[in-house]
């Protein structure tokens, strides 16, 4: 199975079981096949969109629909919520004050809740059909 370069603090199965979603330092997602362990893909969950140091994903998690991944950071707590059909970033969601240390998709794909700091947010996700037509990654 392949590593992350630099270590894997969290990661998630697609709903589907065929990818894995792996983040870990300097604010990288992998999409891996799980299968294979082959990097299909690769995401930063940074406010510059690059490879920074310091900066690492301490959660993430895929919506039952398939269709977003959500990558907690630390220690700044932000949320960078991702379309999976083409890995856009759509939202980053400020929760702030602390490294996220939980994210949950509710079972309609509508909200994420984030915790970090004995705070819980639920966030809605809007027009996500706008935002992230269908079509999964196989």
């Not at 707590?77 to 856009?88: E, M, N, P, Q, W």
């Not at 027009?127 to 992230?132: A, I, Q, R, T």
Request: hydrophobic share 35%; with cysteine; aromatic share 8%.
């Amino acid at each position: 199975m392949h590593a992350c370069r630099k270590g894997t603090n969290d990661l998630a199965f697609a709903p589907d079981g065929k990818l894995v979603y792996a983040g870990g330092t300097e604010g990288c997602v992998h999409v891996m096949e799980a299968a294979t362990g082959r990097v299909r893909d690769h995401w930063f969950a940074t406010p510059t969109g690059k490879e920074e140091y310091g900066h690492r994903i301490s959660t993430v998690n895929v919506s039952p629909d398939g269709r977003f991944a959500a990558a907690g950071t630390g220690p700044e707590g932000l949320v960078f919520l991702f379309s999976t059909a083409k890995g856009d970033l759509l939202r980053v969601l400020p929760h702030g004050g602390s490294t996220i240390l939980a994210a949950s998709f509710s079972p309609d794909s509508s909200r994420l809740a984030t915790l970090a700091a004995g705070r819980l947010k639920i966030w809605r996700i809007p027009d996500v059909k706008k935002e992230c037509p269908s079509g999964k990654r196989a």
